[in-house]
C-alpha cells in the first residue's frame, strides 16, 4: 500500500506550496521587475531607429519584412523574453552547489528540479502579473505596426511554443548550473552559451535575414526556438507542415534539455557525495 504523503494530490500541494513561498518571496523585488522591464524597451527603442533609418534608405522588403513587420517583431521578441527568460537562475542554482546549501534540499521529499522549476514560474507570473501594464502600453504605442493573427488556432499553438521555449530556455539555464558540481565559477561558460543565445535566437535581428546557407544550422539550432520560432508563430510567418514540423523540433530540443538537465544532475550528485558534500 502506498504512502498518502506520496499520492498524487499530497505531492501537488507540496509543489503548490512550494510556488506560493517563491510568490511571497519573490513579491519583495516587484519594483525591480519595472526597471528591469524599463531596461529592456531601451534596446527595443534602439533597434527601431537602427531599422528606420535602414528601411529610410532601402525602399522595398527586407527577407520578406517590412517596416511595420520588423517593428513587430522586435514588439513580439521584447514579450517573449519577458514572459518567460529565466533571470538569475543559473547564478543561483550554482550559488546553492557551490555554498553547499544543496544538502539541505537532499534532505526533503521532493526533486530539486521540481523545486526549481516551481521558483522559476513563480517568479516568471509575478514579473508577468507586475509588468502587464507598461507592456500593454508599449503594445499601445507600436500599435501601428501591430496585428492580431488571422487564424484563431495561431493562438493555442503560440501558447505552446511559446511554454516550450521557456521549457528550453530554463532546462539550458538548470544544465548550465550543474557544472558548478565541477568548476568553482561558472561565469565564463554562462557568458559564452549567452552570447551565442541571444546572437542565434533572434534578439538581434530576424533570423531568416541571414544568408541562405547558414538557414539549415538556424533550423536546427535549440537557439532558434527559443524566441524566433515562437514570434513567427505569432506573426504567421510560418504555416502549415513547416509549423508543425518546427513545433516537433522545438518539443524535441525540450526532451534533449530535460534529459540533459537529468544526467548532469545525476553525475554533479554523485560527484557531490564522494568529496563529503
Keep these: 500500500m502506498s504512502s498518502p504523503f506520496h ?7 507540496k509543489y503548490w506550496k512550494i510556488f ?4 511571497q518571496t519573490t513579491f519583495v523585488y516587484r519594483w525591480n521587475f519595472l526597471l528591469r522591464m524599463g531596461f529592456g524597451v ?22 520578406g ?7 513587430f517583431y522586435f514588439v513580439v521578441t521584447l514579450l517573449i523574453d519577458n514572459f518567460i527568460t529565466p533571470t538569475d537562475d ?19 521529499p521532493l526533486s530539486y528540479f521540481g523545486y526549481r522549476c516551481c521558483a522559476y514560474l513563480s517568479y ?5 502579473a507586475v509588468t502587464i501594464i507598461p507592456l500593454l502600453l508599449l503594445g499601445w504605442f507600436f500599435r501601428g505596426s501591430l496585428r492580431l493573427p488571422e487564424h484563431a488556432a495561431t493562438w493555442p499553438l503560440f501558447a505552446l511554443s511559446t511554454a516550450m521555449a521557456g521549457g528550453i530556455q530554463f532546462c539550458i539555464a538548470y544544465s548550465t548550473a550543474m557544472l558548478a558540481f565541477w568548476v568553482l565559477e561558472i561565469s565564463s561558460v554562462v557568458f559564452v552559451i549567452y552570447s551565442f543565445e541571444y546572437f542565434f535566437s533572434g534578439h538581434v535581428f530576424p533570423l531568416d535575414v541571414m544568408p541562405d546557407w547558414i538557414h539549415p544550422l538556424i533550423r536546427w539550432s535549440p537557439f532558434t526556438y527559443e524566441l524566433f520560432f515562437p514570434a513567427e508563430v505569432a506573426m504567421e510567418r510560418i504555416q502549415g507542415v513547416a509549423l508543425y514540423e518546427g513545433l516537433a523540433i522545438q518539443a524535441g530540443w525540450l526532451v534533449v534539455g530535460l534529459l540533459c538537465a537529468r544526467f548532469l544532475w545525476v553525475r554533479g550528485l554523485k560527484s557531490y557525495q564522494s568529496v563529503g558534500g
Design 42 to 63: 531601451i534596446p527595443l527603442l534602439g533597434m527601431v531607429f537602427i531599422w528606420e533609418a535602414i528601411f529610410s534608405e532601402k525602399e522595398g522588403m527586407i527577407s
Design 7 to 13: 499520492s498524487p494530490s499530497a505531492l501537488a500541494q
Design 20 to 23: 506560493e513561498i517563491g510568490l
Design 90 to 108: 543559473e547564478w543561483q542554482i550554482a550559488g546553492e552547489i557551490r555554498d553547499g546549501k544543496i544538502s539541505s534540499y537532499l534532505l526533503k
Design 65 to 71: 519584412y517590412n517596416y511595420s513587420e520588423m517593428i
Design 124 to 128: 516568471r507570473l509575478l514579473y508577468i
